[in-house]
């Protein structure tokens, strides 16, 4: 958290508007008082002279008016008396005129030269002419001081007989004012002095529960809610602080309950089979999850901040926009020469109720697998379909023959209904064949198993093989003397053998010889039936247990088989636990092998 320096606090904020205000009331009382004060001290300075003037014009007066002899001191002698007791020392000088404009007195020692002169005061000359009072305060260019000067008229019978010249030293007035002025300016000083202090302290019970809940704010920022602000009054700030809690207990919850969500979210969206991909407005992948990456075989962080359309491929034919507004989904053909792999690809449009698109999610499917059951099915359909129109059309053909009169001719007519009997024959064979299919498709197929001794039950299928066979073959059998029992379902076991067999007959040359062998293996007993044939070339050999296959078909359709033999005991032998495959060499002949569980021990045990 970064520190508030000192001078951007609110502290220092609450403490310069306390000084200012202090500062202000300060100013406005000091210049009211001030002027107040001065004015009063001025007044009173004027008035005490005044009252002292007004004596002096009295005894001035008496004296002026006297009637003098020869022994008695002179007028300015007298007046020199009486002035000299008037001198006090807020008054620089007196001076006593007569009505004839002449000095006949003044206070200045400096000044008694002046007496007997006429007076040059323009004041002095108006007061005796008009007999008013006059006054006027200035600047004394010698001294540079304030002096108060007042002219009064001395007045006997309503005749002015003289006036009296006085030079007041208000600048003593104006002396104590300043010193006034300076206490007020260090009390106002202390006062600040005192207030910032104070305010200091004040404004620290303010700011600190600001500043508490500022570093609350902040860790709250960081994700810790576990701090509290303390709560230091009731006042407002006190309640702010209640409420900062319960707020920061309720974005707690929220942030409980969104993290909660979150997790849920991502869990199912890892857990979900389903690629998921979400997008921004602008088309960016944001989010995928594991399947998601999987289905595409990218790496989750590569892909982050790549364009939808490129990431499945499908820049050239769609942009961005134009997967908002797919309905439909997209199927997304990624088979190359290791296989086919097809993806299902959903679009849906986040958006506001404004219309506002924040993004596209994209659910992909792996819809590989049901593609190729459809195919197969498909390929099914169209087999079982071209397998039941040969037998069809041929028989048509014969039995059209027939009703054009051949049934007449009794040289063909017996071979043409023996040939619609065989292909009649084929086609219930064929039918039968497919219900057998269908019922091990069927879920609730089930085999009837029970023991036997599986050399016997071999060597008695040969057998009847060897008691019926109408070609030249010769039949070898390498089975084991002893007993080998087999949990079986020898129903099932028989069909597939006898398809086995019947198939190294029919594929077997003149003279040719087959090859019966069981072999033991530790948990499996291998069979096999070996013809010298014509073989199976190498990339046939795994598809001649698939459905409707066959290595020639013209040939092998010639010789009644389906095509269906081999898938039904592979079904079989499957069901059995067991495994079915076959080896050739082409010209040579080929071995057909199959396997079946076995247990040795379990026959140690019964021994
Ligand atoms: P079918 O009923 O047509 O014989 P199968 O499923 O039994 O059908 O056999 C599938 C195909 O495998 C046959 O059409 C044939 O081409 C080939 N095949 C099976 N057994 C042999 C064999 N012993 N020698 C040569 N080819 C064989």
């Known amino acids: 958290m970064k520190k508030v320096g000192f001078f951007r606090s609110i502290q220092l904020k609450f403490v310069l508007i306390y000084v200012l205000l202090i500062l202000f009331a300060m100013q406005i009382i000091g210049v009211y008082f001030v002027n107040e004060l001065e004015q009063k001290l001025v007044t009173n300075f004027k008035s005490s002279l005044q009252e002292r003037v007004n004596l002096l014009e009295y005894n001035l007066r008496e004296e002026m ?23 006090a020392p807020d008054i620089a000088e007196v001076r006593v005129i007569d009505a004839r404009s002449r000095i006949i007195g003044t206070s200045d020692p400096t000044k008694q030269g002046t007496i007997g002169q006429r007076t040059t005061e323009i004041s002095v000359k108006r007061t005796l002419s008009v007999g008013a009072e006059e006054d006027k305060m200035y600047v004394d260019e010698q001294t540079n001081k304030r002096v108060w000067v007042l002219t009064s008229p001395i007045i006997s019978n309503r005749e002015v007989i003289g006036a009296i010249y006085l030079v007041g030293k208000v600048e003593n007035v104006f002396a104590q004012m300043d010193e006034i002025n300076e206490i007020l300016f260090s009390a106002t000083a202390l006062a600040l002095g005192v207030t910032a202090i104070l305010g200091v302290l004040l404004a620290r019970t303010i700011t600190r529960p600001i500043t508490d809940m500022r570093r609350q704010a902040v860790a709250l920022g960081k994700g810790n809610f576990s701090r509290k602000v303390k709560v230091y009054g009731q006042d407002e700030i006190g309640e702010l602080a209640v409420t900062f809690n319960n707020l920061t207990k309720r974005l707690q919850e929220a942030q409980a309950t969104t993290e909660g969500e979150k997790r849920k979210l991502s869990s199912v969206l890892s857990y ?36 939808i359309t490129s990431l499945l491929g499908l820049e050239e034919e769609y942009s961005f926009e134009d997967l908002l507004n797919e309905q439909d989904s997209v199927i997304l053909d990624y088979s190359n020469e290791e296989g086919p792999y097809i993806l299902r690809a959903n679009f849906s449009v986040i958006q506001k109720d404004t219309g506002f698109v924040n993004g596209l999610i994209t659910v992909l499917h792996d819809i590989t697998e049901q593609e190729k059951i459809e195919a197969d099915r498909r390929e099914f359909v169209a087999n079982v379909s071209h397998e039941l129109r040969t037998p069809l059309t041929t028989m048509r053909s014969y039995l059209e023959a027939l009703a054009d009169g051949a049934w007449q001719d009794p040289d063909i007519a017996p071979h043409f209904l023996e040939v619609t009997q065989t292909e009649t024959e084929r086609m219930i064979r064929l039918v039968n064949d497919l219900l057998q299919l269908s019922k091990f498709d069927s879920r609730d197929f089930q085999l009837t198993k029970k023991e036997v001794n599986f050399t016997k039950f071999y060597n008695r299928i040969i057998d009847r093989f060897e008691m019926t066979k109408s070609q030249d073959v010769t039949f070898k059998r390498q089975l084991p003397k002893y007993p080998i029992y087999v949990e079986i379902d020898t129903d099932k076991l028989t069909q597939v053998l006898d398809n086995i067999i019947s198939n190294a007959l029919k594929y077997s040359p003149q003279g040719g010889q087959l090859t019966f062998k069981v072999e033991e293996q530790s948990n499996a007993i291998v069979v096999s039936v070996r013809d010298q044939g014509m073989g199976i070339p190498k990339k046939n050999l ?10 020639d078909r013209a040939r092998t359709r010639k010789m009644g088989g389906t095509g269906l033999g081999l898938a039904i005991a592979k079904e079989i032998v499957v069901a059995h636990d067991g495994d079915i495959w076959a080896t050739s060499v082409e010209g040579k002949g080929t071995t057909i092998f199959l396997t079946l569980p076995y247990e040795l021990s379990q026959e140690d045990d019964w021994l």
């Not at 075989?297 to 901040?305: C, D, L, P, Y």
């Not at 795994?542 to 290595?551: D, L, N």
Request: charged share 35%; no cysteine.
């Open 65 to 87: 008016l006297k009637e003098r002899t020869a022994d008695m001191p002179t007028l300015e002698q007298d007046i020199q008396k009486i002035l000299e007791d008037f001198s």
């Open 272 to 307: 979900m089979t389903d690629g998921v991909i979400a997008t921004d407005r602008r088309g960016r992948v944001i989010l995928i999850n594991e399947p998601g990456a999987k289905l595409l075989n990218v790496s989750r962080e590569t892909v982050i901040s790549q364009s």
């Open 542 to 551: 795994e598809r001649i247990f698939e459905r409707f296959y066959r290595v």
